[in-house]
Structure formats: C-alpha cells, structure tokens
C-alpha cells in the first residue's frame, strides 16, 4: 500500500513544481511586459502633450499672418487643414503622418512670411514662432525618448521565449514615430541676392523644417 501510494505521489509533486515553476516564469514575464508597455505609454504621453501644445499654437499664426498677407489664401488654408488632420488622428502612425503634414505646411508659410518684413518684425508673430520652435525641439527629443521605448518594448515580446508568451497575454508589437523625409528637411537662407530667400535642401542635418525656419526668420529678423 505504502510502495503503491509513493507511485503515484512522485509525479505529483513533479506535475506541481512544473506548475509552479511556469506560473512564477508567467507572472515574471508578464510583470515586465506590463513595465515595459507603461514606459511606452508615458514616453507617448509626452509627445501627445507637446503636439497638442502646437496644434493650440497654430490659430494665433495664422490670424496673425492673416493680419498682414491675408490674399496668401492657400497657404494659410494648407496649415488650418494640416492641423485638423493632426487633431483627428489617433494612432502614433497617423499623427506622425498629420505632423509631418503640417511641417510641411508651416514651412510653406515662413518662405510666404519671408516676403514680409513687418510681419517678420511683429512682436506677436516672434513670441509665437519662439514658442513654437521651442514645441518642435521638445517633440523631436520626445519622439526620441519614445521610439527608444518602443524598441525595449519590441525586443522583449519578440525574445524567445518571451514571444511566446507575450502572444498569448495579448501583448503586440507598438509602432514607431517616425519622421518623414519632407519633414527632416531644413530650409536655408540664402544672402546672395538682394531679396533674402529660403530654398530645402534634404541633404542637411536631421533638423525640423519649421524649427530651422524660424531660426532663419528670427535671424533675418534681428538683422
């Protein structure tokens, strides 16, 4: 009886201890997925606030541009519908494509503003393009922070075993935010003829478009 009762006690107790054993590997698993997924849901936390602190920004541009060259129509249409585009997008992806849009609609309107030296020299307009330059220096190094979260993240639920298991807990691969090749691209002065000009160049350093314009327009600005 007792030889017979040890027999089937053995297995048990090794059933037990592979159960234990995956349960302690499942919850550490899924505790550092959850750490991970919060850490990437906090670096976007950033960036949303500094997109939406630009998209609250653009109104005042534009009615103050509007105040000077208000006949430059389609340039100024181009950047209030750029930012409605940013304020319907939802995912990392589609608000990277509606940021790069409205970049890109922002710095057709500083090559517009190049044309006006009394706008160029508003008070209001210079605070305004200060505050948003300072918005695309906190967005680049946000979206820096985050995509370097992200790729913790995807690292670990891509890792054997870890993939496994991050299937099965329901935990997916998070998207990047990346940039656009128009978005990347700086514009730069050019002092060679009598009427100053801003041509792009995709060759340049990785700087945002609308940020290195307005270096360019303060610089014209205060010369």
Aim: overall charge neutral.
């Amino acid at each position: 009886m007792n030889s017979r009762r040890r027999g089937w006690v053995i297995p048990v107790v090794i059933i037990v201890a592979v159960i234990v054993i995956f349960i302690a590997m499942f919850a550490g698993k899924y505790n550092s997925y959850v750490t991970a997924e919060e850490t990437v849901d906090q670096q976007w936390s950033k960036i949303d606030v500094q997109l939406q602190r630009r998209y609250d920004l653009i109104p005042n541009l534009v009615n103050t541009v509007k105040g000077y060259a208000e006949h430059e129509k389609e340039v100024i249409k181009s950047v209030s519908d750029a930012r409605a585009a940013l304020g319907g997008a939802r995912t990392p992806a589609e608000m990277a494509d509606a940021d790069a849009q409205l970049s890109s609609a922002l710095s057709r309107l500083l090559v517009v503003v190049e044309n006006y030296p009394t706008l160029k020299a508003d008070t209001q307009f210079t605070q305004l393009m200060d505050e948003l330059s300072g918005t695309e220096n906190r967005i680049a190094v946000a979206r820096n922070d985050y995509n370097n979260a992200v790729a913790d993240y995807n690292k670990l639920i891509k890792r054997f075993p870890g993939n496994l298991l991050a299937g099965m807990m329901g935990f997916d691969k998070r998207a990047y935010f990346e940039t656009t090749t128009e978005s990347r691209t700086n514009p730069q002065v050019d002092f060679g003829t009598g009427n100053t000009s801003l041509r792009f160049d995709d060759k340049t350093a990785p700087m945002s478009g609308v940020f290195a314009a307005a270096v360019v327009l303060m610089a014209g600005a205060s010369a």
